[in-house]
């Protein structure tokens, strides 16, 4: 089982074979540098959902430069998976944990999240929006509905059960 601690949470437990430590991965590292990406990602096969999640700590006053980062490391991330399964990156093939290598792309649902611990739930609705509007093109691209992105905090995270 493996646990991800970021942002003064501990993620999981989750199943070896179904999370990808993408973010300290052999695969990010393969792009070189500047490559923006999620901390990690999780497949719950059950459910055939396929987890981004990022973790900050708060939400900085310059948001645009803020959600524009985001928005690279939850698109780069997506491509990096896709990447892996259309076998044009050794590294990800290596690497990639077995659930997700097997996965069906045409029936999973994709998760992307942003989780800020702190956050009070009653700004989470306006962070939610701000993070939606500014992946809109990538739900198209990928089409999925912009209700399977959202800011949560530590609270809901536990809900969802993303963390212990």
């Given at each position: ?53 990022e973790a900050k700590s708060t939400i900085p006053k310059d948001t645009v430069k803020y959600f524009d980062e985001l928005f690279e490391k939850f698109e780069n991330s997506l491509l ?85």
């Amino acid at each position: 089982m493996i646990r991800i601690k970021e942002s003064g949470m501990t993620f999981g437990p989750y199943p070896a074979e179904a999370c990808y430590k993408i973010e300290h991965s052999s695969g990010h590292l393969s792009l070189g540098e500047n490559f923006k990406i999620v901390e990690f990602t999780y497949f719950e096969e059950v459910k055939l959902k396929l987890w981004f999640i990022e973790a900050k700590s708060t939400i900085p006053k310059d948001t645009v430069k803020y959600f524009d980062e985001l928005f690279e490391k939850f698109e780069n991330s997506l491509l990096l998976h896709a990447m892996g399964k259309l076998k044009r990156n050794q590294s990800v093939i290596d690497e990639l944990p077995d659930h997700m290598a097997s996965m069906n792309w045409q029936t999973v649902k994709f998760n992307l999240r942003l989780v800020i611990p702190e956050i009070p739930k009653e700004f989470l609705p306006q962070a939610t929006d701000k993070l939606r509007q500014r992946l809109v093109k990538i739900s198209k691209m990928w089409n999925f509905d912009l209700m399977d992105i959202k800011v949560i905090n530590k609270d809901l995270a536990r809900r969802e059960g993303l963390i212990e």
